[in-house]
């Protein structure tokens, strides 16, 4: 329900159902033939006639709390907050959506870049922004962590250039659950190669460590070739090598203590490639029935 009253000065009053824009007159209708004016108290009384006629039509100021939440559930800030960033309203909480989202044309509306700048300066402004982007527009976590590095970056103040080559290299992920599912697929790839990574780093540290027979093993090749039939063994190993000749020492010994009777300690000498990791020559192929016992 409208109601139009004319008052002496303009001025615009906002009611919970009524929009009563009003210009106060200082003369009674019946004063249109140039009859004398109101006196004060008259107008006092006038005036509060008014209040009274529109609070009963249901036209009560409303008092806007500062602290007051949207439909979406975002804190409105106070009217002057947009001034004082340098915006207005509509431009924080529509057309900024749309220069992070790339649904404007900044090359023929060069200006929003520098607006949009100056929007997220104010903490307040920047946080409705951010409010609305996901309970209005929906954003989901890659598209919300996508508005907050726009945000610090335009923080920066870039040309609009330097906002154009960053809107280049950082497409907004407009098909953002497409997008988390191959970044996940090259994640879990990427944790594959890592792992394997590791293990052939952990294979190479493994083989690059000097070989020796742990207690445990020591024990149990003593215990298996006791158990077997003997005989004479020579124990050779690569000149020079100061861990093949500690790992030969290991098994001499072991050898030894199981009653096999090593009659040499030889090193030697190759040419051409090294051999790689442990050999067992025999001079009669009935000795083989005991390699596998030497080779536990």
């Not at 906002?163 to 290299?169: A, E, I, S, T, V």
Request: aromatic share 6%.
């Amino acid at each position: 329900m409208g109601i139009l009253i004319q008052l002496a000065t303009s001025t615009t009053v906002s009611y919970n159902t009524c929009s009563c824009s009003t210009e106060l007159i200082s003369t009674y209708r019946g004063e249109r033939s140039g009859a004398p004016l109101m006196t004060r108290t008259r107008l006092y009384l006038f005036r509060f006639a008014l209040a009274a006629c529109l609070a009963s039509a249901g036209c009560s100021p409303r008092a806007v709390s500062p602290n007051s939440e949207d439909k979406f559930g975002c804190k409105e800030p106070p009217s002057d907050t947009f001034t004082s960033a340098g915006v207005d309203a509509h431009f924080a909480q529509s057309t900024f959506g749309k220069v992070v989202t790339g649904d404007i044309d900044i090359k023929t509306n060069p200006s929003v870049v520098s607006l949009a700048s100056q929007a997220v300066m104010n903490a307040r402004v920047r946080d409705n922004i951010r409010c609305l982007a996901i309970n209005r527009d929906k954003f989901n976590t890659a598209q919300a962590i996508y508005l907050d590095n726009t945000n610090a970056f335009l923080e920066t103040k870039p040309t609009l250039e330097e906002f154009m080559k960053y809107k280049q290299l950082n497409p907004f992920p407009a098909h953002s659950d497409e997008q988390i599912k191959v970044l996940e697929r090259e994640l879990e790839n990427q944790r594959n190669q890592i792992a394997k990574a590791n293990d052939d780093v952990r294979n190479l540290q493994e083989r690059a460590r000097d070989r020796r027979l742990t207690p445990s093993q020591f024990k149990t090749m003593v215990e298996s070739l006791t158990k077997e039939e003997k005989g004479e063994i020579e124990i050779g190993f690569i000149s020079g090598n100061s861990e093949a000749e500690r790992f030969a020492k290991d098994i001499a010994l072991a050898l030894h203590l199981s009653g096999w009777t090593v009659t040499h300690m030889v090193s030697t000498t190759h040419i051409g490639n090294t051999p790689v990791g442990l050999l067992i020559l025999t001079k009669d192929p009935q000795c083989l029935e005991s390699a596998p016992y030497l080779l536990r």
